[in-house]
């Protein structure tokens, strides 16, 4: 059996205070305190559909988490800010947020709720992607 490579990014695009992302997708530190939420899985907890994955189809989704001040995610809230156009890889990704744990977004060092953007990425590792 091939392993499966799904990439969560560790910096996450934040959509709450005044910060600056970068062109990779990491979030930048702001002027103004704020720090975004960190994943702290350890591995992705997110399963590649095998099907697809035979296929050789890969793709990125974005999903919107609203993280409480504990570091919770409010799953109510979850949703789908851009999908990958295949709907078993988008569905996947939604799986998987049951799984996510998070250390709190902070500003100026207090744990904050927060809403941002976590892409989750499935690749195969022999694409080189």
């Known amino acids: 059996m091939r392993p499966l490579l799904i990439l969560l990014m560790v910096g996450s695009l934040a ?48 999903l919107r988490l609203f993280i409480d001040e504990t570091g919770a995610i409010v799953h109510d809230s979850t949703q789908i800010a851009e999908g990958s156009g295949y709907p078993p890889l988008d569905s996947a990704a939604l799986a998987g947020v049951v799984d996510l744990e998070y250390v709190p977004a902070l500003r100026d060092g207090v744990p904050i709720a927060t809403v941002f953007l976590q892409p989750v990425h499935f690749r195969q590792p022999e694409s080189g992607s």
């Open 15 to 62: 959509c709450s205070g005044n910060d600056a992302s970068a062109g990779d997708g990491a979030a930048m530190p702001a002027d103004d305190g704020f720090q975004p939420p960190v994943a702290t899985n350890p591995t992705p907890p997110f399963a590649y559909p095998a099907d697809l994955y035979r296929e050789g189809i890969e793709g990125t989704v974005i």
